[in-house]
């Protein structure tokens, strides 16, 4: 018999013995207690963050206590339409409250930021300030905590509206994060 090599014979049993051992562990993992931790379920809070002086994270109960827009919007979605009344607040409320930092030093220098909002899925869209800018743009984009006059069902989180589109190609479920650029 060679050193450091088995007897074809006993090459048998390592998958066998790999196998055992696995499931050895994956059980004990179990029996502790450190199974994996469920996914997380719909935010109700998003991180505002990016280009702001007061970059932060918002909750439901705060923009509830901020002024409410309602929008009624009808957008196409792959499963039928997206409609009724939407109640929230302006996106546009909540820049101002966080305060854009802008380099530049010309007029209305903030329209050269855009936003990226994210969801909690990793679906993310992109705004231009000169659309959600009450001044130059008609679309009053909010991020909606009420659908119909009631709250959005639990497993929705917040949601983005944008009212000048025709799909629903931005209305952002489940918010995560909005990142000024």
Excluded: Q
């Excluded at 929008?71 to 546009?92: I, P």
């Amino acid at each position: 018999m060679h050193r450091g090599r088995l007897p074809p014979r006993c090459r048998i049993f390592l998958p066998i013995l790999a196998f055992l051992l696995v499931f050895a562990a994956a059980r004990h993992a179990v029996a502790a207690g450190s199974e994996a931790p469920a996914p997380p379920g719909p935010a109700s809070s998003f991180l505002l963050e990016g280009a702001l002086r007061h970059p932060g994270r918002i909750g439901a109960a705060e923009l509830r206590g901020l002024p409410a827009t309602t929008l009624v919007v009808s957008l196409a979605t792959d499963r039928g339409r997206l409609g009724g009344s939407w109640t929230g607040v302006l996106l546009w409320t909540l820049l101002e409250r966080a305060g854009v930092r802008t380099k530049a030093r010309t007029k209305n220098a903030v329209l050269l930021h855009t936003l990226v909002v994210t969801g909690s899925d990793g679906y993310a869209v992109a705004l231009s300030f000169g659309e959600i800018d009450p001044r130059l743009g008609a679309s009053p984009t909010i991020i909606a905590y009420a659908h119909n006059g009631k709250p959005l069902p639990s497993g929705e989180g917040l949601r983005l509206i944008v009212p000048g589109d025709k799909v629903a190609a931005r209305a952002v479920r489940d918010v995560a994060s909005i990142d000024v650029r």
